[in-house]
């Protein structure tokens, strides 16, 4: 690993502190140019909060990319001028979401210019995992798959991010597992920005756990998705050591806002709505009509995620057979609950 232990850690710590220090300020500039969330009968919240904190989660991420860029690490980190264009493109993106409520169609579109400029840049999905044989190669799939997961992370974020403190709390456990996946593999580079991402969602949480002082918004919620989405796919040009399970771990510590995903598609498809119809139906509008209260939903949430973090990072130690066949099982123990739990407000 040719960025040091020392250096970790501080970057760690900077980062930290620099989200902490900027979510005050990002709430009094909030207040004065009204980029404010104002409740609803269907809102979770009852009083009026900013709604821009992505900001304060994102700009020290990218002042860390920034420093990586002058401080002569280029040979570990070739490809971050496209993930810094990427980021503050999907950053500006969420932004005008906040402020102006796009509809799901410009949404949706602005999601997929950020994800052909990333392929353009490097960050394409290449290979396949198979746990029982060798990687498969994509070739001219390669395109369309890179599409659907930059697709599927970002609005898989966006869309759990509904009570105070969810999406961030997740991004802090997806990012631990990425950064231990990272060192695992000797990975500069998921090593690096992991720890990064880590360290700004742990700073913004102590604002956006409930009841929560800031929201992340679609600004936050859709920079997290890119960036876990863009560092686990970077080309064997940045890595070293590359290997399929930098794609695997996302997709297994992710399973909650995967799950959540999936359900809310089907639900959508079945009752002959448009995929991107806002509804208040998510997992965690149900656990919150169930009488859970946020903090409750929020710890059994993280729960989930850290329990599927332990078998990603099984993955990479254990033998891949007999972890896979785990998965599976558990996977579809978790998914019936969470089918159960749909089902049955969906019947009300």
């Not at 005050?24 to 409740?39: C, E, Q």
């Not at 990319?65 to 493109?89: E, K």
């Not at 990333?118 to 394409?124: K, L, N, P, S, V």
């Not at 950064?179 to 360290?199: K, V, W």
Request: charged share 10%; aromatic share 16%; glycine share 8%.
């Amino acid at each position: 690993m040719d960025i040091g232990v020392f250096s970790a850690v501080a970057y760690t710590v900077l980062i930290f502190l620099a989200t902490v220090l900027l979510v005050p300020i990002n709430i009094r500039v909030s207040g004065k140019f009204r980029l404010l969330d104002y409740p609803s009968k269907n809102s979770t919240h009852k009083v009026v909060r900013p709604i821009c904190g992505g900001f304060s989660l994102a700009l020290p991420v990218m002042a860390g990319m920034v420093v990586l860029q002058l401080t002569g690490y280029a040979a570990d980190f070739p490809s971050l001028i496209p993930l810094l264009v990427g980021s503050f493109g999907i950053l500006i993106a969420g932004f005008f979401d906040d402020k102006y409520h796009l509809s799901a169609v410009w949404k949706l579109f602005f999601q997929i210019v950020i994800a052909i400029f990333m392929f353009w840049g490097g960050f394409r999905i290449e290979l396949l995992t198979n746990p029982w044989n060798d990687a498969l190669v994509l070739g001219y799939l390669s395109f369309p798959v890179t599409l659907l997961w930059f697709l599927l992370i970002i609005n898989a974020f966006n869309l759990i991010d509904g009570i105070d403190g969810l999406a961030t709390g997740i991004a802090v456990i997806v990012s631990a597992v990425l950064i231990l996946i990272g060192y695992r593999f000797q990975n500069t580079y998921l090593f690096t920005l992991s720890i990064f991402l880590f360290a700004a969602s742990l700073g913004f949480l102590f604002y956006n756990f409930p009841p929560a002082k800031i929201f992340l918004g679609d600004t936050g919620s859709q920079f997290i998705g890119f960036f876990i989405a863009a560092i686990s796919i970077a080309g064997s040009a940045q890595y070293k050591g590359i290997t399929a399970m930098t794609l695997l771990a996302p997709i297994l510590v992710m399973f909650i806002p995967l799950a959540d995903t999936l359900l809310a598609v089907l639900r959508r498809l079945k009752y002959r709505k448009g995929i991107f119809t806002r509804d208040h139906h998510h997992l965690h509008h149900k656990l919150l009509r169930l009488g859970l209260a946020p903090r409750t939903i929020n710890f059994i949430f993280y729960f989930i995620t850290f329990m599927f973090g332990l078998i990603a990072i099984g993955f990479s130690f254990a033998d891949k057979n007999i972890l896979f066949t785990i998965l599976i099982c558990l996977a579809i123990i978790v998914f019936v609950i969470l089918y159960i739990i749909a089902k049955k407000e969906l019947l009300k």
